[in-house]
Nanobody
Framework: QVQLVESGGGLVQAGGSLRLSCAAS????????MTWFRQAPGKEREFVAG????????DYRDSVKGRFTIYRDNAKNMVYLQMDRLTPEDTAVYYC?????????????????WGQGTQVTVSS
């Protein structure tokens, strides 16, 4: 089993920044891909960003490219999502997810491990 715990969410004004953190514990060696998803009220959970095990490969949804950066510190079992130039459309609960195989898949079903989520609210 792999346990994931997110932190770093909060309320920020449009144009501001936040950094989300995801701490992984348990059988982390079995995990390769790490991702961030988000879910806004009344909407489906959507892929935001993913990173490979080495950290050398990343992928982003189009709407966050150039504003968000995903990176990881394997020595600390941490994954981060740096979010800059936030807009109200970024408001959602953000989830950290992990997979033994995927980091680019847009399908939530491909990720077997999930955190509890952290709320990000961007005011206009």
């Amino acid at each position: 089993q792999v346990q994931l715990v997110e932190s770093g969410g909060g309320l920020v004004q449009a144009g501001g920044s936040l950094r989300l953190s995801c701490a992984a514990s348990g059988r982390t060696l079995s995990v390769t891909g790490m991702t961030w998803f988000r879910q806004a009220p009344g909407k489906e959970r959507e892929f935001v960003a993913g990173i490979s095990m080495s950290g050398g490969n990343t992928d982003y949804r189009d709407s966050v490219k150039g504003r968000f950066t995903i990176y990881r510190d394997n020595a600390k079992n941490m994954v981060y999502l740096q979010m800059d130039r936030l807009t109200p459309e970024d408001t959602a609960v953000y989830y950290c997810a992990a997979s033994r195989m995927f980091y680019r898949s847009r399908g939530a079903r491909d990720y077997g491990y999930w955190g509890q989520g952290t709320q990000v609210t961007v005011s206009s």
